[in-house]
T-cell receptor, first 120, second 111 residues
Framework: SQTIHQWPATLVQPVGSPLSLECTVE??????LYWYRQAAGRGLQLLFY??????ISSEVPQNLSASRPQDRQFILSSKKLLLSDSGFYLC???????????????????FGPGTRLTVL | GQQLNQSPQSMFIQEGEDVSMNCTSS?????WLWYKQDPGEGPVLLIA?????ELTSNGRLTAQFGITRKDSFLNISASIPSDVGIYFC???????????FGKGTRLSVIA
């Protein structure tokens, strides 16, 4: 079965410090990978997604960046954190486009446990 | 970009009551998904819908893919305290495009 891991679980960083959050997926190959941010009590904001190694699509311009050095590894980085970067960061994966027996495309997405980042 | 309107934003119900929430869109989706997020955790997939008009159940949960493909609803019957959380709807147009998420419905259950 497939599992998704994120670390660290929690992180407290000073303003201006760098950031590196890691996400890995096991039990599948060539997944689509996603980074989301969730402010307290709010919805899910898609930050980046990747359909393959080295392929990154950015949804929101900001001081964050993402990289996919390996098929099942997705990294979220920043050179200098801002106070507004605080939040709950979620990684997710999906199996990519496919068809069920009924010939319908599906793309179920599965989330990791999240990293709570506090920037002080 | 595409947006999903999810309602209600929040709801307080008594234990044992039934719950209904829905999502609407101005554009068509080919897949509708419903997730639940417990506090401090990642969202968990509850139900996936792939066909217009499809009605799918998962225990006390029932979801439907609207016939126009522009809406979906989720019903929870006989609510219990562990139903507390945020429920998100999500839609998708085609295979590799990211999901579009609603802003969530925060459910509180009063024992």
């Amino acid at each position: 079965s497939q599992t998704i891991h994120q670390w660290p679980a929690t992180l407290v960083q000073p303003v201006g410090s760098p950031l590196s959050l890691e996400c890995t997926v096991e039990g599948t190959s060539n997944p689509n990978l996603y980074w989301y941010r969730q402010a307290a009590g709010r919805g899910l904001q898609l930050l980046f997604y990747s359909v393959g190694i080295g392929q990154i699509s950015s949804e929101v311009p900001q001081n964050l960046s993402a990289s996919r050095p390996q098929d099942r590894q997705f990294i979220l980085s920043s050179k200098k954190l801002l106070l507004s970067d605080s939040g709950f960061y979620l990684c997710a994966w999906s199996g990519g486009a496919g068809t069920s027996a009924q010939g319908v495309y599906y793309n179920e997405q599965f989330f990791g446990p999240g990293t709570r980042l506090t920037v002080l | 970009g595409q947006q999903l309107n999810q309602s209600p934003q929040s709801m307080f119900i008594q234990e044992g009551e039934d719950v209904s929430m829905n999502c609407t869109s101005s554009s068509i989706f080919n897949t509708w998904l419903w997730y639940k997020q417990d506090p401090g955790e990642g969202p968990v997939l509850l139900i996936a819908l792939y066909k217009a008009g499809e009605l799918t159940s998962n225990g006390r949960l029932t979801a439907q893919f609207g016939i126009t493909r522009k809406d979906s609803f989720l019903n929870i019957s006989a609510s219990i305290p562990s139903d507390v959380g945020i429920y998100f709807c999500a839609g998708q147009n085609s295979g590799n495009t990211p999901l579009v998420f609603g802003k969530g419905t925060r459910l509180s259950v009063i024992a």
